[in-house]
């Protein structure tokens, strides 16, 4: 029965990377990424990240890049589903068609990362900081389809019991969440000979998340001889003899913070052949559980109780580089990424619902102009194991696939320090996701009235054991007769209700689809240190 609303921060309970790489991946992990994303066989101070094993070929001594990153980006999702269109929420009549986009926008106006390395004769150590995952603060002002849908049928509940009593409904609403996985990532290498270099370390993760959200003020447009008057949806089932029902359309609240230490085992290899350069790094998978700890949730939602451990590991991931230098003063570069998606394990293992792993292609181009001022631009193109009509994504959670531009420069403005400037543009395909009925509704709708019935069930035979129990006074078997009159009548009504919305769906009402679409800006600056 609590199932009936969930509660607006699940929307973002899984709230995916604001910037490139996998689903639960960050891999825009410096500001000379942004300018050129095929970074995999690059030797520079960011290699501490992307390529371990090339720190090895920079000149001996230390070196330190400190990057800003501002990332903002929306997440859009447009659901049609018919009984929208008699919805207001947060004062705003929804679309008489039934088709409403659902809009949130996350933001992430300071992202740092450092980079550092120690290069000596045989042996070199390198360690980079950056947000590994997640990244920012998301909020959707009028919450979304997936619990909205379940709101939207209460005018048809209470029409099944009672033809016509109402023609619509109001709600207020309101999701925000935050996601930061901070990773600290280390490294030591060794040359094997002038051309092969290997480098071993790890990665130490710590995620940061919260979630809150409510579903508040649930009503009805009840029609009236006098005209439509709005009112509690719970007052509503009360008047109608049905006290039960009125917890189907009570305030649900969540506030949650989630934690979770993870480790990451790196290795990496580069084989430089002099104009040539060829590098690998495997990430193995990282093992994470999130420990809630949640000051309110009476959303019915178990992935949020207090004290419960959810799993959220982030998959391995194999990398692969080539850089080419055609002349002295222009580099090409190529890159290839495998997410392992579908062995990451996830909560109620969600990653068996994907089709296949994630992929990425990645090339760029680097040009001196003269001593002083470098340009750079590459492109990224981002695939994801979805599969048509995936169960993986919802409205609360989605990834599309899509292609990623990157320009920037980097100029020197003294012997030894640079400094970077860039951009990165993210274009991002739509995806369609045709829903027989909206959002599973069959399911939550069977799950909300067998609970009720069930409840009901059981409070009818503790009434009948009063009414049995020979030292009942007259006034308990008469209190325990006007309750079982209730749980009659109530067990009756959910019966109608049944009914009444398996026609609607076979008709085909509760039908609908959902448009996922996102926009990504990345804007960078950073500095890079020779000592």
């Known amino acids: 029965m609590r199932k009936i609303i969930l509660v607006a921060a699940a929307a973002v309970s899984a709230m ?76 705003v009549q929804n679309a008489e068609n039934g088709l409403k986009r659902f809009e949130g926008n996350a933001k992430a106006p300071v992202i740092p990362s450092i980079d550092l390395a120690r290069i000596a004769d045989k042996w070199f150590f390198s360690f980079h900081f950056g947000i590994t995952g997640g990244g920012g603060k998301c909020q959707f002002d009028d919450g979304l389809g ?13 029409n099944a019991l009672q033809p016509g009593a109402v023609s619509g409904y109001t709600m207020d609403t309101k999701v925000q969440g935050r996601q930061y996985y901070f990773g600290g990532q280390f ?5 094997v000979t002038d051309k092969l270099n290997v480098s071993v370390g790890g990665r130490v993760v710590y995620a940061d998340c919260n979630y809150y959200g409510y579903v508040r003020n649930i009503g009805v447009n009840v029609n009236t001889p006098g005209g439509t008057v709005n009112m509690p949806a719970s007052t509503l089932f009360t008047q109608q003899g049905m006290p039960d029902f009125a917890a189907l359309a009570a305030n649900r609240e969540l506030n949650c913070d989630q934690t979770g230490w993870g480790f990451t085992p790196i290795v990496s290899v580069n084989y430089n052949l002099g104009k040539v350069n060829l590098a690998a790094k495997y990430e193995f998978k990282t093992r994470l559980r999130l420990k809630n700890r949640s000051g309110v949730n009476t959303s019915g939602l178990a992935e949020f109780d207090d004290g419960k451990k959810i799993a959220a590991d982030i998959p391995a991931i194999l990398t692969l580089g080539a850089k080419y230098d055609v002349k002295k003063n222009l580099r090409l570069s190529a890159g290839f990424h495998y997410y392992f998606d579908k062995q990451a394990t996830q909560y109620e293992h969600k990653e068996n619902h994907l089709k ?6 990645l090339a ?11 340009v750079s631009a590459g492109w990224q193109t981002t695939n994801y194991g979805l599969g048509d009509n995936s169960d993986f994504i919802s409205d609360i959670s989605f990834v599309t696939n899509s292609n990623s531009v990157g320009l920037g420069a980097r100029v020197k403005i003294k012997k030894r320090i ?13 995806y369609k996701k045709d829903m027989a009925p909206y959002d599973k509704l069959d399911q939550k709708v069977n799950a909300m009235v067998g609970q009720l019935t069930n409840a009901l069930t059981q409070d009818a035979a503790y009434q009948q054991s009063i009414i049995n129990n020979a030292t009942s006074t007259p006034e308990q078997i ?38 996922f679409h996102r926009t990504n800006d990345v804007f960078g600056l950073g500095m890079e240190i020779d000592f």
Request: glycine letters at 12%; charged letters at 10%; zero cysteines.
């Open 418 to 430: 640079h400094l970077n400037v860039a951009y990165f543009k993210t274009i991002y395909t739509h």
């Open 146 to 158: 997936s619990f909205e849908s379940q709101v939207a049928l209460l005018p048809d509940l209470i």
């Open 16 to 91: 995916t990377s604001a910037f490139a790489g996998g689903y639960l991946t960050n891999t825009n992990q410096s500001v000379s990424f942004l300018r050129n994303p095929a970074r995999d066989a690059y030797f520079n101070v960011d290699a501490a990240y992307f390529n371990p094993a090339g720190i090895g070929l920079m000149s001996k001594g230390w070196h330190m890049g400190f990057d800003l990153q501002s990332a903002y980006q929306t997440r859009t999702a447009t659901s049609y589903f018919t009984p929208f269109a008699t919805g207001t929420v947060n004062g």
């Open 478 to 515: 008469q209190l325990a007769q006007d309750r079982l009159g209730v749980i009659q009548r109530e067990a009756g009504a959910a019966q109608n209700v049944m009914g009444a919305v398996g026609a609607a769906m076979q008709a085909g009402r509760y039908n609908g689809y959902v448009n």
């Open 187 to 191: 490294g030591v290498g060794y040359k």
């Open 364 to 374: 760029g181009a680097e040009y001196d102009i003269n001593d002083i001022v470098t």
């Open 356 to 361: 296949g792993g994630g992929w990425e292609i």
